[in-house]
């Protein structure tokens, strides 16, 4: 009886050996295989989905910090110009017609030179395109000058009490990023032969600049 229950309880060499078939036979089905490999292609998607969504996202906040840098460096070498010093003499040029002879400065008032590429101005009815090609230094300025056209009423009202003029145009300059800029001006300029010229921007008294 002892023997009789060894046997039985020992397992069966051919039963295992046919269960393990099965379950190799089974592992080595082709629905396993795609499903194995289509999980691992899932994986391998969802990992380089991932890595590109971090590269993607590096790159953006690297290009963000190289622009703002930029931005930064732009905005500490702005640039800009200043008109002041405005004076007035009338004249007679020889074989011409009385006029007002008007100069004033076109000042660089930023710590970098910068190049003036020309004047465009209109007093009145007159306008005049003055075309420089002039480095201007820092804290330095360029005279420019023009003759406005005048009457005799206007020559004694100059020399007795004052003229006034409405004035407009604009500076072309290049800055020192090689970047052509315009910046416009307008007002008004009072005219004496006691106070000289005195410029009135639109807003009031003082000078007044637009950038345009």
């Not at 989905?49 to 906040?61: D, F, G, N, P």
């Not at 020399?159 to 300059?173: E, M, N, R, T």
């Not at 800055?175 to 005219?191: H, N, P, Y």
Request: glycine share 6%.
């Amino acid at each position: 009886m002892f023997f009789a229950g060894l046997v039985a309880a020992t397992p069966n060499p051919d039963h295992a050996a046919s269960d393990s078939r099965q379950w190799y036979t089974a592992f080595k089905q082709p629905e396993w295989l795609q499903l194995i490999v289509a999980v691992l292609g899932i994986g391998v998607i969802v990992w380089q989905s991932w890595e590109t969504k971090v590269a993607a996202k590096a790159a953006k906040k690297s290009a963000e910090a190289t622009e703002k840098s930029v931005r930064l460096q732009e905005a500490a070498l702005r640039q800009w110009v200043d008109i002041k010093e405005w004076r007035s003499v009338p004249w007679v040029p020889k074989g011409g017609d009385l006029s007002l002879h008007l100069q004033f400065n076109v000042v660089n008032p930023t710590d970098k030179p910068l190049t003036l590429r020309g004047v465009f101005i209109k007093i009145g009815e007159q306008e005049e395109t003055i075309v420089k090609n002039n480095l201007i230094p820092p804290q330095k300025w360029h005279p420019i000058v023009m003759s406005l056209a005048i009457t005799e009423q206007q020559m004694v009202k100059w020399a007795a009490d004052k003229i006034s003029l409405f004035v407009s145009g604009f500076v072309s300059y290049e800055d020192v990023l090689e970047t052509m800029r315009k910046q416009s001006f307008s007002g008004a300029i009072v005219c004496s032969k006691k106070d000289g010229v005195i410029f009135v921007p639109p807003y009031g008294p003082g000078l007044y600049i637009a950038s345009a």
